[in-house]
């Protein structure tokens, strides 16, 4: 087995484990209610900031590229309610189209 896979193999077993924890330490108990509030917050801000630094990091700085048209376009679609497989279509092929001209 290479170092890469050896690694993969780490990193996703140290991901289950983490993972697990949570429902091990809490078995069926109710999460409290100070604390439900920020944790079903975190999933949407995770994603949001991955979105954002996906469409606009560069090396170092701050790039508008198609990604970001793309983007643009794809918040478009989900304010009109969209199907999510036509929102990814749609922003794909607008990027797609900006980086061919």
Do not use: H, N, Y
Request: charged share 10%; with cysteine.
């Amino acid at each position: 087995m290479s170092t890469v896979w050896l690694c993969v193999v780490v990193v996703g077993a140290a991901s289950i484990l983490f993972k697990a924890t949570g429902p091990v330490l809490l078995g069926r108990r109710e999460l409290p209610a100070w604390l439900a509030g920020p944790v079903g917050l975190l999933a949407p801000a995770v994603l949001a900031a991955l979105v954002v630094t996906q469409s606009v990091a560069g090396d170092r700085e701050i790039v508008a590229d198609p990604r970001l048209a793309g983007l643009a376009v794809g918040a478009v679609a989900v304010a009109l309610r969209a199907p999510l497989l036509v929102v990814v279509v749609v922003a794909a092929t607008t990027a797609a189209l900006i980086r061919l001209f």
